[in-house]
T-cell receptor
Framework: GESVGLHLPTLSVQEGDNSIINCAYSNSASDYFIWYKQESGKGPQFIID?????DKRQGQRVTVLLNKTVKHLSLQIAATQPGDSAVYFCAESYPNFGNEKLTFGTGTRLTIIP | DAGVTQSPTHLIKTRGQQVTLRCSPK?????VSWYQQALGQGPQFIFQYYEEEERQRGNFPDRFSGHQFPNYSSELNVNALLLGDSALYLC?????????????FGPGTRLTVL
């Protein structure tokens, strides 16, 4: 089946700078996307989600952009902090499934350099 | 209010053995999903339980089975363990039909098969 993938496995960013994590998805039928943060020894933690009828959604210091034309998703983190260091996953879901059958990508490890 | 709890934290088994992992959902949640996360990979959906029945299932063999109890807690059973079953097993709970930030993951059980 189709799966979600990520462009970069690792990303290092200077503290205070903005970071952008990218994700490519291949299933054009997916209509719901979520970004998760996973710190060492913990389960994934919800960051932000977006539905396919939107192209941008903002949260606290985070913004998710969705480009359905090229099947691309990105997570922007503003003014990065040491606590942002973690592995970030995008996940997609097909219509009518919501959180039930999320398909996760491999993940990007974000390291914040002090 | 306790979040999602899982036990045990770590487990070591040998090939061919059977294992049972346990999950207690967040208070107020009645639905439990299980995911397998291999090292360096994103979580993969195993199955979801609601009203003590398996509602959705991912691409996992019948060696993987589960159960949900009247108090909404859940067990994941894996029979005839293979080396490839070594992974972090995550439990997530949510209210039925919940999406996005309504789903919470536990810290996982690290299973090592020797």
């Amino acid at each position: 089946g189709e799966s979600v993938g990520l462009h970069l496995p690792t990303l290092s960013v200077q503290e205070g700078d903005n970071s952008i994590i990218n994700c490519a998805y291949s299933n054009s039928a997916s209509d719901y996307f979520i970004w998760y943060k996973q710190e060492s020894g913990k389960g994934p933690q919800f960051i932000i989600d977006i539905r396919s009828n939107m192209d941008k959604r903002q949260g606290q210091r985070v913004t998710v952009l969705l480009n359905k034309t090229v099947k691309h998703l990105s997570l922007q983190i503003a003014a990065t902090q040491p606590g942002d260091s973690a592995v970030y996953f995008c996940a997609e879901s097909y219509p009518n499934f919501g959180n039930e059958k999320l398909t996760f990508g491999t993940g990007t490890r974000l390291t914040i350099i002090p | 209010d306790a979040g999602v709890t899982q036990s045990p934290t770590h487990l070591i088994k040998t090939r061919g053995q059977q294992v049972t992992l346990r999950c207690s959902p967040k208070s107020g949640h009645d639905t439990v999903s299980w995911y397998q996360q291999a090292l360096g990979q994103g979580p993969q959906f195993i199955f979801q339980y609601y009203e003590e029945e398996e509602r959705q299932r991912g691409n996992f063999p019948d060696r993987f089975s589960g159960h949900q109890f009247p108090n909404y807690s859940s067990e994941l059973n894996v029979n005839a363990l293979l080396l490839g079953d070594s992974a972090l097993y995550l439990c997530a709970s949510l209210p039925f039909g919940g999406v996005g930030n309504e789903q919470f993951f536990g810290p996982g059980t690290r299973l090592t098969v020797l």
